[in-house]
């Protein structure tokens, strides 16, 4: 592991001002965003979307560090024959690939997940190695419950994720490690705050039992926030104190990077959130986003699927990327 190469790659990730995309949607998932657009989810269909965003020049080149693929999406070609991983790269940003191969029914533990995928994964490694890919991605999903998330949860899906992050090292990847918390209850902030504590010090843990160096990955967390379906939702100053505080109390100064997910969040409280965050400031890491849904929903519906309409997709993105980027530096403005 040539690891100064490693931190460099990830500290290009966080550059202030940029974010990540992300687009590695399975094929499960992206059908049901093509669904609500009334879009078939085909092959075509998903390569016409996807180079839609990985050409929409202004979004790409000032405001987006790097890039998620999905397998499918690092072996295809843009229609003109370009493999859709040049794109990215012309652009100036970094491609990436999701690694993990989703989730399975963890045993002993009713209603909780593992996410699986080790098998094998140092040789699918060295080909994305290959075909460009610099960083990957492997999630983790921890729900809660009255009676989860259990720490033989917790355990299991810390250890896959430290695992993940060693063989990705040892492939000179940079990995982003991702244990999501789920924001779909009716739990609190507080609880949310207790459960994501919980799950990231297991994590760091594990990551120091396979040795991985912290310098050499990003962290992809979720916000310490209300579930969904709590009465009461805790104010944007409220969720960025309280992400601040959590962060701090459990992810080492070395780590160059914490770039978070949306989770579910609407498209600009993702932004207010980020922004408010950086706006508290004085931060041992530097803090974006890894947005998938609060990214792309704007542009999905500005597409929905006709040619016609590729360059107010574009627009839509490129102005999502813009606000997110300026909150990567706490200069948004509502
Ligand atoms: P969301 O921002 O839609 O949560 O997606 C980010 C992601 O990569 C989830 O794994």
């Not at 397998?71 to 990436?96: F, H, Y």
């Amino acid at each position: 592991m040539n690891l100064s190469d490693l931190n460099k790659i990830a500290l290009a990730m966080v550059t202030p001002g940029k974010g990540i995309l992300a687009a590695d949607e399975s094929s499960g998932t992206i059908k049901k965003r093509f669904d609500a657009i009334k879009v078939d989810s085909t092959e075509d269909n998903r390569r016409d979307y996807r180079e839609m965003l990985f050409r929409s020049q202004e979004a790409m080149s000032k405001y987006i560090s790097g890039v998620i693929l999905y397998d499918e999406t690092i072996w295809q070609n843009a229609k003109d024959g370009t493999p859709l991983v040049k794109l990215i790269e012309q652009a100036g940003a970094i491609p990436g690939i999701k690694v993990d191969e989703g989730t399975q029914a963890l045993p002993n533990c009713p209603g909780e997940l593992v996410t699986v995928g080790l098998d094998k994964l140092a040789e699918r490694l060295k080909k994305y190695y290959e075909r460009g890919a610099r960083f990957a991605k492997w999630r983790a999903v921890i729900d809660i419950g009255p009676r989860i998330p259990t720490q033989t949860a917790i355990r299991a899906n810390a250890h896959a994720l430290a695992r993940y992050a060693a063989l990705c090292q040892a492939a000179q990847i940079v990995p982003i490690v991702e244990p999501e918390v789920l924001m779909d209850g009716d739990h609190d902030i507080d609880r949310c705050y207790e459960v994501t504590q919980r799950v990231l010090n297991r994590t760091f843990q594990e990551l120091r039992v396979q040795r991985v160096a912290l310098e050499g990955m990003i962290l992809k967390p979720n916000m310490a926030i209300s579930g969904k379906k709590c009465p009461k939702q805790a104010p944007v100053q409220e969720v960025a104190e309280k992400t601040i505080r959590l962060l701090k109390s459990c992810v080492p100064a070395a780590v160059p990077g914490i770039a978070f997910l949306s989770g579910g969040q609407s498209d600009e409280e993702a932004t207010a959130h980020l922004d408010a965050m950086n706006k508290i400031g004085n931060l041992p890491w530097r803090l974006t986003f890894s947005y998938g849904r609060a990214l792309q929903a704007a542009p999905q519906k500005a597409w929905s699927g006709k040619p016609d309409n590729v360059p107010a997709g574009q627009r839509a993105f490129s102005h999502r990327a813009r606000m997110n980027g300026l909150a990567s530096t706490g200069n948004w403005e509502a």
